[in-house]
């Protein structure tokens, strides 16, 4: 079946430092990925998204490049702030025919960003 | 445009009560679905549904829980004879006819069985 595997955390970084968290999959079709985040006590908001190979989704910073060679969708920003701190999940949707389906999501990553 | 909206935001049950719980999609979706997080741990999907039709509910539990969408109102997960292993945040999302692998999630359910 179709699984999202992300880096272990917390991770812990000082402000305006560069960030990378892993994202790698496995899936049967050709899904779409996506990165969600969580702010304490809230929902989930979506980041960015990517459909097909080579898509570069990005928003607020963020940027993740889909990676089918690597299956990866790695999620990365140039300089983090102190209000991105929150849980980063990677998640799949493997609907490749059009149709709904639900999300495949990882176990999420914790983010600390120390000022 | 309002977002997903969940009701209530928690809830606190006895072990064997019911639960229900609510979640309105965004205006002009016509997709729910249902996600289980468990402390610590990523979001399950639980079940998938479109105007009084249950598609997937292949992440649901076989017994004891039951989810519907009638055609007016409300989407309802229910959860009979609660345990405390129930406990979890529920979350509800909705996605559009015309971008269905794009899901908008709402702020969850936050259940504790005592």
């Known amino acids: 079946g179709d699984s999202v595997t992300q880096m272990e955390g917390p991770v812990t970084l000082s402000e305006e430092a560069f960030l990378t968290i892993n994202c790698t999959y496995t899936?049967?079709?050709?899904?779409?990925l996506f990165w969600y985040v969580q702010y304490p006590g809230e929902g989930l908001q979506l980041l960015l998204k990517a459909t097909k190979a080579d898509d570069k989704g990005s928003n607020k910073g963020f940027e993740a490049t889909y990676r089918k060679e690597t299956t990866s969708f790695h999620l990365e920003k140039g300089s983090v702030q102190v209000s991105d701190s929150a849980v980063y999940f990677c998640?799949?949707?493997?609907?490749?025919?059009?149709?709904?389906?639900?999300?495949?999501f990882g176990k999420g990553t914790h983010l600390i960003i120390q000022p | 445009n309002a977002g997903v909206m969940q009701n209530p935001r928690h809830l606190v049950r006895r072990r064997g009560q019911e639960a229900r719980l609510r979640c309105s999609p965004m205006k002009g979706h016509s997709h729910v679905y249902w996600y289980r997080q468990l402390p610590e741990e990523g979001l399950k999907f639980m079940v998938y549904?479109?105007?009084?039709?249950?598609?997937?509910e292949s992440g649901m539990p076989k017994e004891r829980f039951s989810a519907e969408f009638p055609k007016e109102g409300p989407s309802i997960l229910r959860i009979q004879q609660v345990v405390r292993g129930d406990s979890a945040a529920y979350f509800c999302?909705?996605?559009?006819?015309?971008?269905?692998?794009?899901?908008?999630f709402g702020p969850g359910t936050r259940l504790t069985v005592l």
């Open positions: 549904l479109q105007k009084e039709n249950i598609i997937d």
């Open positions: 999302a909705s996605s559009p006819p015309s971008v269905v692998d794009t899901q908008y």
């Open positions: 998640a799949l949707s493997d609907s490749g025919g059009g149709g709904a389906d639900g999300l495949t």
């Open positions: 899936a049967t079709g050709y899904p779409s």
